[in-house]
């Protein structure tokens, strides 16, 4: 990661610090994002976000803990205990949302397509051709 906040927005969503989604300004454009952007995305998820998420909370756990221990016999080491399971806790819904993210990106493409196919074939089974047809 650059460590710049709008490089990671740009990259997911197209639009520097504009979330994505159909309320979004500028409409429809950030929404509908191509085959090739979402595997761009879940890429960036797989090589970045994953591993630098992972890097963080790894670090910020074990220097937690090594603080607890250093303290122990006080009140504050306890606390700093609890506060590492919670930690640990919210770092691996993280992770596992991440992961989810990064499937679901994957998988869209493939669903949008399957749809298509589908809605076509069912366009094409409806009845006899148009006599306008072929002209």
């Avoid at 197209?14 to 300004?25: H, K």
């Amino acid at each position: 990661m650059s460590g710049d906040a709008n490089s990671t927005g740009t990259r997911l969503n197209g639009v520097d610090g504009v979330p994505a989604g159909p309320l979004a300004p500028g409409g429809g454009s950030i929404f509908g994002s191509t085959p090739a952007e979402k595997k761009a995305a879940a890429n960036t998820v797989e090589t970045e976000l994953e591993p630098n998420t992972k890097k963080a909370a790894d670090g910020a756990k074990d220097n937690t803990s090594a603080a607890a221990r250093s303290l122990d016999g006080w009140e504050t080491a306890s606390g700093l205990k609890k506060v590492t399971e919670t930690w640990d806790q919210q770092a691996k819904m993280l992770m596992g949302r991440l992961s989810a993210e990064k499937a679901s990106l994957r998988g869209a493409s493939g669903l949008f397509m399957q749809n298509d196919v589908r809605t076509g074939d069912q366009l094409r089974a409806v009845g006899p051709k148009s006599k306008l047809e072929g002209l």
